[in-house]
């Protein structure tokens, strides 16, 4: 018998979802034939087989979080070759975040990293066969969202809290010098039963929450606003292109926006080159793709990068090398609604432009109140690596492009 372990994927993703089995227990494959459909936070890929053979057992079903590294299938036989490696695997000697920098270049795991600390919670009052009850208080540490709380509970509280599955962690206790009784217990599950199931993040949602706690975790934002007046635009103007020039001119009047930021040696490797993320909103959850070089890109080329961007994010075909690399990212989010944000900065960038949505205000003109179409910005900056005087001249000089006539 040979085991055939989930592989790495690439981009190092250390899970993926089973979407769909490509064969059966006692098929006979040949080697390079797809076994399983799978989704990574990223892509939907199909894993081939290391070898031909019979199958004799899958490991997981359509639905499952599997590990890189776990057993996914069990051949008939010996191990021809390893087990570890097949179409699509790379062996990489760091792992990489989303904007594509080695971890062993920033000294601690990033975006790749996708283990979720976790803690047991030990059922201390029950004994197998029975189940004794008393008053005696144990408190023990419990991991709660960005801090460690006691928790003062009886055993056979914690029991009830067992037996409905009911975290201890989430309750509000009432009882007395803050334990939890058991009518706090039957509160929150009759709560949890009327909301329904726990729904798992899955595939780009999952790999958002990580992304966003690690970005709570390590930046330090600040946000600035302003208005840019459009009065002197005429005929059709495409704003997704317009937005982008403007950035590149904000870049070139403030590098240092543009740049990586290493929170462990406490430096900023300002960029000359402008890789444009683009925030794309999906049904499935939120994907960043870089449009490369924008700086030396004209209209026609970023419009043609913008609508592939468009079709491989809703197709899950976003190749690799379009996911990381991004040096500064823009969120046109005003087509959905909304005037200012504060957008959230993925390390090691910097700053993330914001587009809320264009109306017409009255403005000043000749000393004479006027109407004219007006278009909120935000930007938002990594305060550890960026100045607000840097901040304030890179947005002057983004409004001053998007306000010229052509």
Request: charged share 30%.
């Amino acid at each position: 018998m040979s085991i055939f372990k989930l592989p790495d994927l690439g981009e190092g993703l250390q899970e993926a979802e089973i979407r769909e089995w490509l064969v059966a227990e006692g098929d006979t494959v040949k080697a390079d034939q797809p076994l399983v459909s799978v989704e990574t936070a990223k892509a939907v890929v199909e894993v081939p087989s290391p070898r031909a053979g019979k199958i004799i057992k899958l490991h997981g079903k359509a639905g499952d979080m599997m590990e890189v590294g776990k057993p996914l299938v069990e051949f008939e036989g010996e191990e021809a070759r390893s087990a570890t490696t097949g179409r699509g695997a790379s062996e990489r000697p760091a792992k990489e975040d989303r904007a594509g920098v080695a971890e062993s270049d920033k000294g601690r795991v990033r975006d790749g990293d996708t283990g979720v600390n976790e803690k047991e919670i030990r059922d201390t009052g029950v004994v197998v066969g029975a189940m004794k009850s008393g008053n005696e208080v144990v408190a023990d540490k419990a991991a709660a969202v960005g801090t460690a709380v006691g928790i003062k509970v009886t055993p056979a509280v914690r029991a009830l809290a067992h037996r409905l599955n009911v975290d201890l962690t989430i309750i509000t206790p009432t009882g007395p010098d803050g334990m939890i009784t058991q009518a706090d217990v039957q509160r929150v599950h009759k709560i949890l039963t009327e909301v329904g199931p726990l729904e798992k993040l899955r595939g780009p949602r999952r790999a958002m929450a990580h992304t966003m706690a690690q970005a709570r975790d390590e930046v330090m934002p600040a946000t600035v606003t302003d208005d840019a007046v459009l009065r002197a635009w005429s005929g059709k103007q495409d704003l997704t292109n317009r937005l982008i020039r403007a950035m590149v001119a904000g870049c070139k009047a403030e590098p240092s926006l543009n740049a990586w930021f290493d929170a462990h040696e406490l430096g900023r490797r300002v960029l000359d080159k402008i890789h444009l993320g683009v925030a794309v909103d999906t049904a499935e959850g939120l994907f960043v793709c870089v449009l490369q070089n924008v700086q030396n890109r004209d209209e026609d080329s970023l419009r043609k990068g913008l609508e592939k961007m468009k079709v491989d994010t809703r197709n899950r075909t976003v190749p690799a090398e379009e996911l990381r690399g991004y040096t500064i990212v823009l969120s046109n989010f005003g087509r959905f609604g909304g005037k200012y944000a504060t957008p959230v900065i993925v390390p090691p960038t910097v700053a993330i432009v914001a587009a809320g949505r264009t109306r017409d205000a009255v403005v000043p003109l000749d000393g004479k109140p006027a109407i004219a179409p007006v278009l909120p910005l935000s930007v938002t900056f990594d305060h550890r690596a960026v100045t607000g005087g840097e901040a304030t001249r890179f947005l002057a000089a983004l409004i001053a492009d998007l306000e010229r006539p052509d």
